[in-house]
């Protein structure tokens, strides 16, 4: 089911692949125009790696929050409103162009 907890820190199956469960977004820059995340996950110790959208766009609500409390920071994605869309909807996302745009 869209938006099932796993136990902490193990990721869950998605579409076949593993995934863990953001807790929440640290923080966003942009590079070669590509918006880049960094991320808290569940039960993890902070992560030094950087994220774009499309490996983000199972966690919709996490990146609101984030634009919503740093709204000078760059982005949001651009299909951010069309993953949260599929959130309510209890739908997976389909790839889209500008997945990883601000």
Not at 15 to 41: C, N
Not at 71 to 100: H, I
Request: aromatic share 8%; hydrophobic share 35%; proline share 8%.
């Amino acid at each position: 089911m869209l938006g099932q907890r796993s136990e902490e820190g193990l990721p869950i199956i998605v579409e076949g692949s593993q995934e863990w469960e953001v807790e929440k977004i640290l923080g966003v820059r942009v590079v070669r125009k590509q918006l880049r995340y960094r991320v808290q996950w569940v039960g993890h110790d902070v992560d030094v790696d950087e994220y774009l959208p499309k490996d983000l766009n199972h966690a919709p609500i996490a990146l609101r929050a984030f634009h919503d409390e740093y709204p000078t920071k760059p982005g949001p994605p651009k299909n951010l409103d069309y993953w949260l869309e599929c959130a309510l909807n209890d739908t997976w996302p389909e790839k889209r162009r500008n997945d990883n745009g601000a």
